[in-house]
T-cell receptor, first 115, second 110 residues
């Protein structure tokens, strides 16, 4: 069973608020990822990290930012939430090893609603 | 990035086998074929992966065509808990990118 956690699971917030979505993993994985998924739609990679102090933007442009100060922690921040940010945000991690195409472990997701 | 093509949806009766197809005609020699599934209101979970040979694990079997341009995920006895969206993904060693696509929504009928 994967040990990757996301909080909160659900968040309803007003426009203009600053929010941080938390993601933590206890597996010691170097690689971590954030995906955005609208209901019934495909997952889009918005951020990823190869390790501490490494962050990159993914394929889908996002107004959110991320940080990676500790291996186990990869929070995502929206400085000013808008209704267009309403979506599900999924965090994932994978190990860095010689194994090709490493399996990704996903958290349960945070469902964000911005009013 | 090599792309995959899957049917949008499939139906199966409970207790019967299910064959979920995936086409990946632009696959390269080093690409691994991964399958994930996403249960309702959950994050995706790994199912199985392979390179050239057929693979079996406790969840499913993966049959890979000899030319590797297609593969089939086999659920030997579908249960109601197998109702999910199944994603076929090509992974190049050393890459971070998992391009999930729209997957196949499997409905299991009681």
């Amino acid at each position: 069973e994967a040990d990757i956690y996301q909080t909160p699971r659900y968040l309803v917030i007003g426009t203009g608020k600053k929010i941080t979505l938390e993601c933590s993993q206890t597996m010691g994985h170097d690689k971590m990822y954030w995906y955005q998924q609208d209901p019934g739609m495909e997952l889009h990679l918005i951020h990823y990290s190869y390790g501490v102090n490494s962050t990159e933007k993914g394929d889908l442009s996002s107004e959110s930012t991320v940080s990676r100060i500790r291996t186990e922690h990869f929070p995502l921040t929206l400085e000013s939430a808008r209704p267009s940010h309403t979506s599900q945000y999924l965090c994932a991690s994978s190990p860095t090893s010689g194994r090709p195409g490493n399996e990704q472990f996903f958290g349960p997701g945070t469902r964000l609603t911005v009013l | 990035d090599a792309k995959t093509t899957q049917p949008n949806s499939m139906e199966s009766n409970e207790e019967e086998p299910v064959h979920l197809p995936c086409n990946h005609s632009t696959i390269s020699g080093t690409d691994y074929i991964h399958w994930y599934r996403q249960l309702p209101s959950q994050g995706p979970e790994y199912v199985i992966h392979g390179l050239t040979s057929n693979v079996n694990n406790r969840m499913a079997s993966l049959a890979i065509a000899e030319d590797r341009k297609s593969s089939t995920l086999i659920l030997h006895r579908a249960t109601l808990r197998d109702a999910a969206v199944y994603y076929c993904i090509l992974i190049r060693p050393g890459t971070y990118k998992y391009i999930f696509g729209t997957g196949t929504r499997l409905k299991v009928l009681a």
